[in-house]
């Protein structure tokens, strides 16, 4: 059976797998589908350090909760942290982790064994595909493609105490395993192909390729590539 908090608040229609755990005063709205093994409004690391006991009633006392729409589908052992806000219509795979203070737009996807690792920013109608990273600072716009296993990272001498999130604008498209290196700025409308490695600021609606990346074209010629291969393989 889950877990579901007394402080918990949760909408009409929501319907929750076994083992769910919902700690503090977490809002769920309605029509949400809640998976086996989903953790809401989990405590966030200093909260844990001062409670050396983890039975379930401590961690609810001790949670800020979190804040999930309506229509949100989180599947099977996803995780999102205390003080982070999923907007309507938002759906995870399954192995996602929210960290906290994240907050995730309207009908974005993220995919199986993403993390986004808090203090994060996503826009609406973003698709983020399976094992992406996004660490503290990163801000994704509405309707950006982020491609399987691409890396973000934030920290350009590691370890260091300095980090400096990446912002990824509105409708860019981030190709397979691309890397983005800290401190860049991926503009709107622009392509980073599979593979690239992203040192330094991308202008809007340019396409860049490569290790390090580098500009090989345009928004405009990026799509007449992917017009005419869609026309061979659909004939």
Do not use: W
Not at 155 to 181: C, F, H, M, N, Q
């Amino acid at each position: 059976m889950p877990y579901i908090s007394k402080r918990a608040s949760v909408g009409s229609g929501t319907k929750f797998e076994s083992e769910c755990a919902i700690y503090g005063e977490s809002v769920i709205g309605e029509r949400c589908f809640i998976g086996s093994f989903c953790t809401i409004g989990h405590p966030r690391r200093a909260s844990l350090l001062e409670h050396k006991d983890k039975q379930l009633s401590n961690l609810d006392e001790i949670s800020g909760g979190s804040r999930i729409g309506n229509d949100v589908v989180l599947r099977s052992h996803s995780v999102v942290y205390e003080l982070a806000t999923l907007e309507d219509g938002v759906e995870t795979g399954h192995f996602v982790l929210i960290r906290e203070e994240t907050k995730v737009g309207k009908r974005t996807r993220v995919g199986s064994y993403s993390v986004l690792d808090g203090k994060v920013s996503v826009g609406s109608q973003v698709s983020i595909q399976s094992g992406v990273y996004l660490p503290p600072g990163s801000v994704v716009e509405d309707e950006v493609f982020l491609g399987p296993f691409v890396t973000v990272t934030n920290d350009l001498y590691p370890p260091s105490p300095v980090v400096t999130g990446v912002k990824v604008e509105r409708g860019a498209v981030i190709g397979a395993r691309a890397i983005l290196l800290a401190g860049v700025t991926v503009g709107r409308e622009a392509v980073v192909a599979a593979g690239a490695v992203v040192t330094r600021d991308v202008e809007p609606e340019s396409f860049v390729m490569g290790v390090p990346a580098r500009k090989v074209g345009d928004r405009r010629s990026y799509e007449e590539k992917k017009k005419r291969f869609l026309q061979n393989e659909l004939r």
